[in-house]
């Protein structure tokens, strides 16, 4: 009898494995092909595809973080300090002789000529913007210099007072402060001096930084405007070191950068970077590569959220973009392609970032033989030993 074969039944095997079970078979997600299908279902747009090539990485890079020189960096230091409501002050009079409104009389018999000079106790400027003078009435403070202030209240002591001059200081200043919180040793209202502070004058006035560098973001408030810059990039680059203002506020904040690596990749997991920011590159890199057995170099994705500007300019058209809100936006990466090297240097990542790269179809194969010759084998066993009995 003429033996015949296995290898057609063996293939027909593979060929029903992959058709019967081509929706159960393990898998980490969906493959490259299904990522772009599945982007539209039921003629409804779920979230955009781009390919990644030069034209979307120039689009992609203009979402660049925030800066302190580009937002506030034409202010310069603060101008002379002016008394602000809220502010404490002392005033001291001085007389030219004793026995003034301000000074006490000579003492008969004793070699004292007397006091000349009187200090106001400390008082806050109130919400009218005025101190309290006493023979001088109500001196209008708030926004002046003390030289101002000094001058008014001469003026009104002049005829009642012997030849007034006036001393004011202001002891604990409020108006005159940056407000630093968050991450710092101390946090504290940090009066600004006359020769002028940058930020990080201010931060080391306040004990410095709690938090790692590598991990800490620094949100500048000055008026109603908020930007918030990496500490590393506030300490590598001198101009994001700005003139602080009157009235500004510091919070440091504590923000570990991480994406996720996911798929076909040397290593699953929530990756942390510097709050400086990474490329797709280095990202790769850190998560250990693509696993050569297994990966499909033309399926690697990025996976994030897009604000309006930067979607509309990928997607003019796309129902997904709307005012002021973010776009689900796919972005895909072709490693087969040498140019996409070179692109992948520059490509940014942003905190929560998926890194997806998808198997290869081959991979499907692979699997559905292994399940294959799992059932099949002892089939195969058995009729081997019927037939040596035979």
Not at 20 to 45: K, M
Not at 79 to 102: N, S
Not at 314 to 322: D, K, N
Request: proline content about 6%; hydrophobic content about 40%; some cysteine.
């Amino acid at each position: 009898m003429r033996k015949v074969s296995s290898w057609p039944l063996l293939l027909s095997g593979v060929a029903l494995a992959l058709s019967g079970c081509a929706e159960t078979l393990p898998q980490v997600g969906p493959n490259a092909r299904e990522v772009v299908s599945q982007s539209v279902e039921d003629n409804v747009q779920r979230y955009e595809v781009v390919d990644i090539d030069n034209v979307v990485l120039d689009i992609a890079r203009q979402r660049a973080p925030d800066t302190f020189y580009t937002s506030f960096g034409k202010s310069g230091p603060s101008r002379t300090p002016v008394v602000g409501i809220g502010d404490t002050v002392a005033v001291t009079i001085w007389e030219a002789g004793a026995g003034g409104l301000f000074s006490s009389a000579v003492v008969a018999g004793s070699f004292t000529t007397g006091s000349k000079t009187a200090t106001i106790p400390e008082q806050v400027v109130k919400s009218s913007g005025t101190i309290s003078i006493p023979y001088a009435g109500e001196v209008q403070a708030a926004g002046r210099t003390t030289g101002a202030i000094q001058d008014d209240i001469v003026k009104a002591l002049t005829g009642k007072a012997i030849q007034p001059q006036v001393l004011v200081t202001v002891s604990r200043p409020v108006s005159n402060t940056v407000t630093v919180s968050g991450e710092v040793v101390q946090g504290a209202r940090v009066p600004l001096t006359v020769k002028g502070d940058r930020l990080l004058d201010v931060i080391a006035t306040a004990g410095g930084v709690r938090a790692p560098v590598s991990e800490t973001f620094v949100q500048l408030s000055r008026g109603t405007h908020t930007v918030r810059v990496a500490m590393e990039r506030v300490v590598s680059d001198p101009r994001e070191n700005v003139y602080m203002q009157p009235g500004d506020v510091l919070t440091l904040v504590r923000e570990p950068q991480v994406f996720l690596a996911y798929g076909a990749t040397g290593a699953n997991a929530e990756i942390p970077f510097n709050a400086s920011g990474i490329t797709l590159a280095t990202a790769l890199v850190k998560a250990g590569g693509l696993q050569d057995n297994r990966s499909d170099p033309s399926g690697v994705f990025i996976v994030r959220y897009e604000p309006e500007f930067i979607a509309r300019k990928l997607r003019p058209g796309s129902p997904l973009v709307v005012p002021g809100g973010l776009t689900p936006v796919v972005y895909r990466l072709n490693l087969r392609d040498t140019n996409s090297l070179f692109v992948a240097q520059h490509f940014p990542i942003f905190n929560r970032d998926v890194v997806y790269v998808t198997n290869a179809p081959i991979t499907d194969i692979q699997k559905a033989m292994q399940i294959f010759l799992m059932v099949s084998s002892p089939v195969t066993t058995g009729a081997s030993i019927y037939s040596g009995v035979r």
